[in-house]
């Protein structure tokens, strides 16, 4: 979006307005981003983990390359400063600062922190030309955290029959199979004999509800490749795959667009910019906005900042729901990280699935759960990393223009003091900010964007929003497959078909066809259960009509 922050033009650490070091994000998270529990009242804790879904089906940091640059470790497990740290080109570790009264008793002296590889790291820019951080998944809507970003991982997921993505069963029920190596997706686990799945994406095993959305995922592939097997007997592996993976990405599509991202971005503001057409959809026409000439690559201040903001809604306390939804139990974030185990205990991924539509989410302001800036990945170990402060370090890592230049970008109104900035934001954030900054040239964007007072219908201020709104724009329209365009009749879905998704197809239906036992759900999903959104019998809810996937094997041969 803008031109990259880095001092030296292609990929140095960025440095404050008037030569010297940039605020300590640990700070800036201990000093702004402070515990304080304030919940969604309309919104449930869903709302905040399919983002996760979202973001990982986009893009991933490049780690790297071992066989060029080694595997450095900046800050060792111990929390002390590591050889590489001075001399490694990835190491920039975030030092603990004296008033962290966690990390200093503990004796710790950094956080770990290991830079993105960039386009400067594996030769692919001159020696003086900008550096641009790597992402190693598609920037396409088209689930690759469910079926690989490369050939080889699709291939390893495939069951090889049905078009079925492989699955093994235990104690009656289907889970992806087992990872073949627990140490390094499950580092978390207290044994290898516990469940540690291998998913179409690395980190599918990094929280207990990331997880349940991850097999939710795999069995909805599954259960309309059955369908589709029963419908079209004469159809081969290959083809029941392909077409079972093109209706699950149009139904994913659909709901990230037509009831997710509306809950984040506002339905008016999306119809405004042209992301959605509700008025297409009710007259059951195709949406033909595919431009060849716009590229569906992600923004890094989409990925490195706007999105990010949604770690706000997280919560600490898990809440595993029953059927008749009372608490079967409550469990802390931080002693299930890497360590999916908690879905095959008992009830436990039904459980999950219900205190997913049930709980409340954390709300989308400055406040931040304890068990993910103090407890992140910690293990083992009394404490852990600051998932805030790395948010912050890496928007620095991949040279993110500041607060103020993503303003003058989106033409909103710049200011030259502190005091000016009370016009978007809280006076006591602003007064925060100026003891932590030396000019509000300095800011940072992933600081500044989530310190915004929201914009009417939306869960972000103004300069996410307009960061958020292009780039959901750029992967509707830049994306030739996109389940809503008609233009190429060779790879679009028939009206009918489509007309079906749009009619069908939601995370209320998701999570209903695919948990175990799961008979009631609200009919969206993401919105608390309430008088105006109660629960529903699971087969009083829409769903896709996959008989219009029917083909005659006479005029097929034909």
Not at 40 to 68: C, F, M, R, Y
Request: glycine residues 6%; charged residues 25%; aromatic residues 8%.
């Amino acid at each position: 979006m803008v031109r990259s922050n880095y001092p030296n033009g292609v990929n140095s650490w960025p440095k404050a307005s008037d030569g010297g070091e940039l605020p300590n994000t640990r700070e800036i998270s201990m000093k702004i981003f402070i515990p304080k529990h304030k919940v969604e009242h309309k919104w449930n804790l869903n709302t905040q983990q399919w983002g996760q879904i979202v973001a990982h089906d986009l893009s991933l940091t490049a780690g790297p390359d071992v066989t060029k640059l080694g595997r450095p470790v900046c800050c060792d497990d111990n929390g002390r400063i590591a050889e590489d740290a001075s001399t490694h080109p990835l190491c920039h570790h975030i030092p603990i600062p004296p008033s962290d009264d966690v990390h200093i008793p503990e004796g710790r002296e950094c956080l770990n922190f290991i830079r993105t590889s960039s386009t400067k790291d594996i030769n692919c820019t001159g020696l003086h030309d900008r550096a641009a951080p790597l992402s190693v998944v598609t920037s396409y809507m088209d689930l690759s955290l469910t079926y690989g970003n490369d050939e080889k991982h699709a291939k390893a997921i495939r069951e090889g029959s049905g078009g079925r993505l492989w699955t093994t069963v235990r104690n009656g029920y289907e889970w992806p199979p087992q990872s073949g190596n627990v140490k390094k997706d499950c580092i978390g686990a207290h044994s290898t004999d516990e469940p540690c799945y291998l998913l179409g994406d690395g980190r599918g095993n990094q929280s207990p509800q990331l997880t349940t959305l991850h097999i939710i995922l795999v069995n909805e592939h599954n259960r309309i490749a059955d369908a589709l097997s029963k419908l079209n007997p004469h159809w081969d592996d290959e083809k029941i795959y392909q077409e079972a993976r093109r209706i699950a990405i149009a139904e994913t599509q659909h709901i990230n667009y037509y009831e997710y991202l509306p809950i984040l971005l506002g339905k008016r503001n999306m119809v405004a910019k042209k992301l959605i057409y509700p008025d297409v959809r009710a007259t059951k026409g195709y949406v033909n906005d595919y431009d060849p000439n716009v590229s569906a690559a992600i923004y890094k201040e989409y990925a490195s900042a706007a999105f990010r903001h949604f770690h706000t809604m997280i919560r600490g306390q898990l809440e595993l729901i029953t059927e008749d939804r009372t608490l079967a139990q409550s469990v802390r974030l931080s002693d299930w990280f890497n360590r999916p185990a908690l879905l095959e205990k008992d009830n436990g991924f039904d459980d999950l699935i219900r205190g997913l539509s049930y709980q409340e989410a954390d709300k989308s302001d400055e406040y931040w759960d304890l068990e993910v800036t103090r407890n992140l990945f910690k293990g083992n170990r009394s404490s852990g990393s600051d998932l805030r402060a790395m948010d912050i370090q890496r928007g620095r890592d991949h040279g993110l223009g500041t607060y103020m230049q993503l303003r003058a970008h989106c033409n909103l109104p710049l200011v030259d003091r502190f005091e000016e900035l009370k016009r978007y934001m809280s006076k006591e954030n602003v007064k925060k900010l100026k003891k932590l900054y030396e000019s509000v040239e300095d800011i940072d964007l992933v600081v500044g964007g989530s310190l915004e007072n929201h914009q009417p219908g939306a869960l972000v201020g103004p300069t996410f929003l307009c960061i958020l709104l292009q780039q959901f724009l750029n992967i509707r329209i830049g994306d030739r497959y996109f389940y809503e365009n008609g233009q190429d009749q060779e790879i679009a879905f028939t009206l009918p078909q489509l007309n079906s998704i749009r009619y069908g197809a939601s995370m209320a239906r998701l999570l209903c066809d695919n948990g175990h036992k799961i008979t009631w759900m609200q009919r969206r999903a993401f919105e608390l259960v309430s008088d105006k959104n109660p629960l529903l019998r699971c087969d009083e809810l829409h769903e896709v009509n996959l008989k219009l996937w029917q083909e005659d094997a006479k005029s097929n041969d034909n």
